[in-house]
T-cell receptor
Framework: KAGVTQTPRYLIKTRGQQVTLSCSPI?????VSWYQQTPGQGLQFLFE???????NKGNFPGRFSGRQFSNSRSEMNVSTLELGDSALYLC???????????FGSGTRLTVV | QKEVEQNSGPLSVPEGAIASLNCTYS??????FFWYRQYSGKSPELIMF????GDKEDGRFTAQLNKASQYVSLLIRDSQPSDSATYLC????????????FGAGTQVVVTP
């Protein structure tokens, strides 16, 4: 059974640019969450999607957005990149609430 | 006040000994509790989850939950060098769609 697939694995972007990250959940998993992980802040919740609807959103500025497609694949977008956006971005999927989330390998974003 | 608290460590454990990790949480509405293991440079991996008060055992791992005292713990028996990693406690609360509250993690170092 394939796991959660995130692409790309690494990205280097310049301040002011925008970036799109992709996530394919485990087959049958309809809930997809996104997290940002940094050494200083740890794992912070960005948002969650279920059946193409955003059901929850963390405390991040509007530059961070996402969407989910009918096949449960999800994308997140960060516009007007700042140096502080450099982080590991993790996507996680679950079959249902409270069941635990399986994480992908992450996308390491470096903003220069 | 942090919602999920863990000792940051490092927790040094001799090979073959028991590693004991603790986690406290503030939200009494929390329903599900998870332990993730994260190796350096890798994404978190779910190793245990527990919903009910008491103990749950899975191989060398035992999770313990006490909702009245709002703590959850993880015991690793017969610790091996391969157990050296950061262990993240995560908590899910009802109606918190897709959002796991993570602690900062406890670094475990198993010494031969």
């Amino acid at each position: 059974k394939a796991g959660v697939t995130q692409t790309p694995r690494y990205l280097i972007k310049t301040r002011g640019q925008q970036v799109t990250l992709s996530c394919s959940p485990i087959s049958g998993h309809r809930s997809v969450s996104w997290y940002q992980q940094t050494p200083g802040q740890g794992l912070q919740f960005l948002f969650e999607y279920f059946s193409e609807t955003q059901r929850n959103k963390g405390n991040f500025p509007g530059r961070f957005s996402g969407r989910q497609f009918s096949n449960s694949r999800s994308e997140m977008n960060v516009s007007t990149l700042e140096l502080g956006d450099s982080a590991l971005y993790l996507c996680a999927s679950s079959v249902g609430q409270g069941e635990g989330y399986t994480f992908g390998s992450g996308t390491r974003l470096t903003v220069v | 006040q942090k919602e999920v608290e863990q000792n940051s460590g490092p927790l040094s454990v001799p090979e073959g000994a028991i590693a004991s990790l603790n986690c406290t949480y503030s939200d009494r509405g929390s329903q599900s509790f998870f332990w993730y293991r994260q190796y350096s440079g890798k994404s978190p991996e779910l190793i245990m989850f527990i919903y009910s008060n008491g103990d749950k055992e899975d191989g060398r791992f035992t999770a313990q939950l006490n909702k009245a005292s709002q703590y959850v713990s993880l015991l690793i028996r017969d610790s091996q060098p391969s157990d050296s990693a950061t262990y993240l406690c995560a908590v899910w609360a009802t109606d918190s769609w897709g959002k796991l509250q993570f602690g900062a993690g406890t670094q475990v170092v198993v010494t031969p």
